[in-house]
């Protein structure tokens, strides 16, 4: 089956501890993409990635660090200077970004802190 | 920058009821504009893309509209059923890698 995966489903923070959120995709695509949703909020973009080895920022990049080392691959880590993680995490892909493709999404992550 | 909205926040319906979901968006510069529908604690589901040249899109008891030049979008559902309950998103595409979604309409179908 093609699609997103993402892990875990539920993930626990501690203070001061980095956490990294994993994201593969088999669908082939150029672009990916990690979002965070807020309850009462819109998604909002932290960082994506159009191609291997170059990312960028998005709207709320600041306590989060991703790499894109493999096509498949773009993990997400919430660093320790993220100070309001708790939110529900979402990775999507597209084929290219010209503008005119459908963004796929995967399952999600939740993080919540302990 | 792009703001979206999206009325009402909430709706529900009796089975069976055609429904109209809206979406306003601030800046008519756009790609497109992308209906979404997410379950509670999943991942979103495209439901239809219009492009920023197209007017409407229709797949199923589904049909979304695109007026650009008013910055509006309306998902119209026919004959809802108790399965289309989830929150709908719409999000539109200011550029290349921006997304810019809206915050939902709850959709509740009562049997």
């Known amino acids: 089956d093609g699609g997103i995966t993402q892990s875990p489903k539920y993930l626990f923070r501690k203070e001061g501890q980095n956490v990294t959120l994993s994201c593969e995709q088999n669908?082939?695509?150029?672009?990916m993409y990690w979002y965070r949703q807020d309850p009462g909020q819109g998604l909002r973009l932290i960082y994506y990635?159009?191609?291997?080895?170059?990312?960028q920022k998005g709207d709320i990049a600041e306590g989060y660090s991703v790499s894109r080392e493999k096509k498949e691959s773009f993990p997400l880590t919430v660093t320790s200077a993220q100070k309001n993680p708790t939110a529900f995490y979402l990775c999507?892909?597209?084929?290219?970004?010209?503008?005119?493709?459908?963004?796929?999404f995967g399952p999600g992550t939740r993080l919540l802190v302990l | 920058k792009q703001e979206v909205t999206q009325i009402p926040a909430a709706l529900s319906v009796p089975e069976g009821e055609n429904l109209v979901l809206n979406c306003s968006f601030t800046?008519?510069?756009?790609?497109?504009l992308q209906w979404f529908r997410q379950d509670p604690g999943k991942g979103l589901t495209s439901l239809l893309l219009?492009?920023?040249?197209?007017r409407e899109q229709t797949s199923g008891r589904l049909n979304a509209s695109l007026d650009k030049s008013s910055g509006r979008s309306t998902l119209y559902i026919a004959a809802s059923q108790p399965g289309d309950s989830a929150t709908y998103l719409c999000?539109?595409?200011?550029?290349?890698?921006?997304?810019?979604f809206g915050t939902g309409t709850r959709l509740t179908v009562i049997p």
């Open positions: 219009i492009q920023s040249s197209q």
């Open positions: 999507a892909s597209s084929a290219k970004t010209s503008g005119s493709e459908t963004q796929y």
């Open positions: 800046d008519s510069a756009i790609y497109n």
């Open positions: 669908l082939n695509h150029d672009a």
């Open positions: 990635s159009q191609i291997v080895n170059d990312f």
């Open positions: 999000a539109v595409r200011g550029g290349a890698n921006n997304l810019f």
